[in-house]
């Protein structure tokens, strides 16, 4: 007869738990079946017991099962049997009790890919607890620290609630404790902790490259070329810069850059003319790892007059016009002054009149706006700047004005009394973006189309709307009224409105006499 022996249950859940055992089988023993027996009745009636088949392994050997779908909170018993086909043989009985509702359960995670500052994970909700999850995802922690984890939740998951999520934001070459959770209404339940360490940080890998050198200044641009994305890892980017060092360091003269996608950009200033200079771009990462690019060499120009670049309009009106230039080199000296100069187009006898700006850009870019110009009209403009050697012009451009339209006017007119009446109007454009109202009123008539020349009446504009009381005018008579505005360069009249005035009750010369006279 075959020895059976089983062992205590383990790893006891709500509705799983492994039962083991071992069957010993003497030589010449025909064994045809062979497996576990469990059950809710403690007799494992054949009836009321599931049959778990394992394939005989040898003459002696150890087995292994996992019991799945048991209900919560209920008593199993459990036993291994052998059958020859005659008869059957059972071990011992055993017994376990399935755990109540609960937080829920999960799997250890697992580690998908690990970079500098992230780590992407995987687990999996193996039992819900006996209620709904409301949220799930990994808690977190640097190792040995003695913050409280942080948690992050993870938004889907799989119909066998397997999830995954990547941890971002982390320390380079930092060790974290890591472990799933999942909360239902009982509480949250977690996962196994496991450790994991970030990747080593990569040495930023730049390429620079400089515009043409000035007399004291020089504009130089670098941009990152690792294959990863460094940007959020980096504490610091500039250039660095040495008259006697051929491979500056950051202990030379440096300038602090702003990193702008994956590049950076500067302006060096201060440096003195007709010397040569070495440069290169660093970068710094949060371990405090140094990158350098290229080093270039270059020579500053000889002292002289401020460089400027062409001047641009930025906007053109009617009666203004927005400049922009930038200063290329200040000559190896203080700017003193800067801003634009201009003159009618077509005049060329007209000196240039120039207008100082106040405020300069750090990249040495300036713009205003000029104002006070004719409409449709050709301007010459350039920029100029002053140093102690002279001053420099950039190249001129020539703009033009826009054209300056008519005000447009709107009215409406009140009803007429015998020899008044209220007449009101509305702006409804000034004639152009840049355009001024300068005098707004209402002009009559008994003929069709009043101008100016006929009697009008000043108003005072309040915003963009004003009134007037228009009286003196005759009884029974039919006046035509319109509204006017005046800009820099034109009228603009509303449309006409025709009015009758009232029936006057006073005497009149044309009336009849009193008989009583």
Same mark, same amino acid.
């Given at each position: 007869?075959?020895?059976?022996?089983?062992?205590?249950?383990?790893?006891?859940?709500?509705?799983?738990?492994?039962?083991?055992?071992?069957?010993?089988? #003497?030589?010449?023993?025909?064994?045809?079946?062979?497996?576990?027996?469990?059950?809710?009745?403690?007799?494992? #009636?054949?009836?009321?017991?599931?049959?778990?088949? $394992?394939?005989?392994?040898?003459?002696?050997?150890?087995?292994?099962?996992?019991?799945?779908?048991?209900?919560?909170?209920?008593?199993?018993?459990?036993?291994?049997?052998?059958?020859?086909?005659?008869?059957?043989?059972?071990?011992?009985?055993?017994?376990?009790?399935?755990?109540?509702?609960?937080?829920?359960?999960?799997?250890?995670?697992?580690?998908?890919?690990?970079?500098?500052?992230?780590?992407?994970?995987?687990?999996?909700?193996?039992?819900?607890?006996?209620?709904?999850?409301?949220?799930?995802?990994?808690?977190?922690?640097?190792?040995?620290?003695?913050?409280?984890?942080?948690?992050?939740?993870?938004?889907?998951?799989?119909?066998?609630?397997?999830?995954?999520?990547? @941890?971002?934001?982390?320390?380079?070459?930092?060790?974290?404790?890591?472990?799933? +959770?999942?909360?239902?209404?009982?509480?949250?339940?977690?996962?196994?902790?496991?450790?994991?360490?970030?990747?080593?940080?990569?040495?930023?890998?730049?390429?620079?490259?400089?515009?043409?050198?000035?007399?004291?200044?020089?504009?130089?641009?670098?941009?990152?070329?690792?294959?990863?994305?460094?940007?959020?890892?980096?504490?610091?980017?500039?250039?660095?810069?040495?008259?006697?060092?051929?491979?500056?360091?950051?202990?030379?003269?440096?300038?602090?850059?702003?990193?702008?996608?994956?590049?950076?950009?500067?302006?060096?200033?201060?440096?003195?003319?007709?010397?040569?200079?070495? @440069?290169?771009?660093?970068?710094?990462?949060?371990?405090?790892?140094?990158?350098?690019?290229?080093?270039?060499?270059?020579?500053?120009?000889?002292?002289?007059?401020?460089?400027?670049?062409?001047?641009?309009?930025?906007?053109?009106?009617?009666?203004?016009?927005?400049?922009?230039?930038?200063?290329?080199?200040?000559?190896?000296?203080?700017?003193?002054? +800067?801003?634009?100069?201009?003159?009618?187009?077509?005049?060329?006898?007209?000196?240039?009149?120039?207008?100082?700006?106040?405020?300069?850009?750090?990249?040495?870019?300036?713009?205003?706006?000029?104002?006070?110009?004719?409409?449709?009209?050709?301007?010459?403009?350039?920029? +100029?700047?002053?140093?102690?050697?002279?001053?420099?012009?950039?190249?001129?451009?020539?703009?033009?004005?826009?054209?300056?339209?008519?005000?447009? $006017?709107?009215?409406?007119?009140?009803?007429?009394?015998?020899?008044?009446?209220?007449?009101?109007?509305?702006?409804?454009?000034?004639?152009?973006?840049?355009?001024?109202?300068?005098?707004?009123?209402?002009?009559?008539?008994?003929?069709?189309?009043?101008?100016?020349?006929?009697?009008?009446?000043?108003?005072?504009?309040?915003?963009?709307? +004003?009134?007037?009381?228009?009286?003196?005018?005759?009884?029974?008579?039919?006046?035509?009224?319109?509204?006017?505005?005046?800009?820099?360069?034109? $009228?603009?009249?509303?449309?006409?409105?025709?009015?009758?005035?009232?029936?006057?009750?006073?005497?009149?010369?044309?009336?009849?006499?009193?008989?009583?006279?």
């Amino acid at each position: 007869m075959p020895t059976l022996t089983v062992d205590e249950a383990s790893a006891i859940s709500r509705k799983t738990a492994v039962i083991s055992g071992s069957i010993s089988v #003497p030589e010449g023993t025909e064994i045809k079946s062979c497996g576990f027996l469990y059950s809710t009745v403690s007799s494992l #009636p054949e009836t009321d017991s599931k049959v778990v088949s $394992v394939i005989l392994k040898g003459l002696s050997n150890t087995y292994e099962t996992t019991l799945t779908g048991l209900t919560p909170n209920t008593k199993y018993y459990y036993c291994l049997y052998a059958s020859s086909g005659y008869t059957t043989t059972r071990s011992s009985i055993r017994e376990f009790t399935t755990a109540i509702d609960g937080v829920p359960a999960l799997e250890v995670s697992t580690s998908i890919s690990v970079s500098e500052t992230s780590l992407t994970l995987a687990s999996k909700i193996v039992d819900d607890g006996g209620s709904s999850i409301q949220k799930f995802g990994f808690a977190y922690k640097e190792t040995d620290s003695s913050d409280a984890e942080k948690l992050v939740e993870a938004l889907d998951k799989t119909n066998d609630g397997r999830y995954t999520f990547t @941890i971002t934001g982390l320390i380079a070459e930092a060790s974290y404790d890591v472990r799933a +959770f999942a909360t239902n209404a009982k509480g949250t339940g977690y996962g196994e902790k496991i450790i994991l360490v970030t990747s080593a940080p990569e040495t930023p890998i730049l390429q620079a490259e400089t515009k043409e050198p000035g007399s004291a200044s020089i504009e130089i641009s670098a941009k990152l070329m690792n294959d990863n994305d460094l940007t959020s890892s980096l504490t610091e980017v500039g250039f660095c810069w040495s008259k006697d060092q051929q491979e500056p360091t950051m202990d030379d003269s440096k300038v602090i850059s702003q990193l702008n996608g994956k590049g950076f950009s500067s302006i060096v200033k201060e440096l003195v003319s007709e010397t040569t200079y070495y @440069i290169r771009a660093y970068a710094i990462n949060k371990r405090t790892k140094i990158g350098y690019s290229n080093v270039i060499t270059f020579t500053t120009t000889k002292s002289a007059v401020p460089k400027l670049d062409v001047t641009t309009a930025v906007a053109i009106e009617e009666t203004s016009v927005t400049l922009q230039s930038k200063i290329l080199d200040n000559g190896g000296h203080d700017i003193t002054k +800067f801003g634009f100069a201009y003159k009618i187009g077509n005049n060329g006898t007209e000196t240039l009149k120039e207008v100082p700006v106040l405020e300069l850009k750090e990249d040495g870019t300036f713009q205003y706006t000029l104002t006070g110009f004719l409409p449709e009209t050709v301007y010459e403009v350039r920029a +100029f700047a002053v140093n102690s050697m002279g001053t420099g012009y950039g190249a001129s451009c020539q703009v033009t004005t826009l054209e300056q339209k008519a005000p447009q $006017v709107s009215l409406t007119m009140g009803d007429p009394g015998t020899h008044s009446v209220i007449a009101t109007a509305v702006i409804q454009n000034a004639g152009g973006t840049s355009s001024i109202v300068r005098e707004v009123g209402f002009c009559w008539s008994t003929s069709s189309t009043p101008t100016l020349i006929d009697d009008k009446i000043k108003a005072i504009l309040d915003g963009i709307s +004003f009134n007037s009381n228009i009286s003196g005018l005759k009884a029974e008579t039919k006046y035509y009224i319109r509204a006017y505005a005046i800009n820099e360069a034109k $009228v603009g009249y509303s449309e006409t409105i025709e009015i009758m005035t009232a029936v006057s009750n006073e005497p009149d010369v044309d009336d009849n006499v009193s008989p009583d006279k």
